[in-house]
């Protein structure tokens, strides 16, 4: 797994819970390599940064105005994909992250 190193969102005790739960359930071994500093240039920065820029001064108001606004960032090659995901898809893991 790459991470750019970014200590909010990559360093932290809850996603390292989560990789280690899902690497145990499916008996996998997961190697987490972080990018150089000066070098976190990665392919979904710029997703993520055009669908930020569609979506600015937009009202987003129900998951439907979040999926348009992400098909409509991107239309060539094609638009981007989104997923309606459910309730059960989403887990908690600061509760096993003491276990770390």
């Not at 690497?23 to 979904?44: C, D, I, P, R």
Request: charged share 25%.
């Amino acid at each position: 797994m790459w991470s750019d190193g970014c200590g909010a969102q990559n360093r932290n005790a809850t996603l390292l819970s989560a990789v280690s739960s899902w690497a145990q359930s499916h008996k996998k071994e997961v190697l987490v390599k972080y990018l150089e500093k000066g070098h976190t240039q990665m392919e979904v920065d710029s997703v993520h940064a055009k669908i930020e820029s569609k979506q600015n001064n937009v009202d987003l108001e129900t998951p439907a105005d979040y999926c348009r606004i992400v098909k409509e960032a991107r239309r060539h090659p094609c638009s981007f994909k989104c997923n309606y995901l459910e309730y059960d898809f989403f887990k908690d893991f600061e509760a096993t992250q003491a276990c770390i």
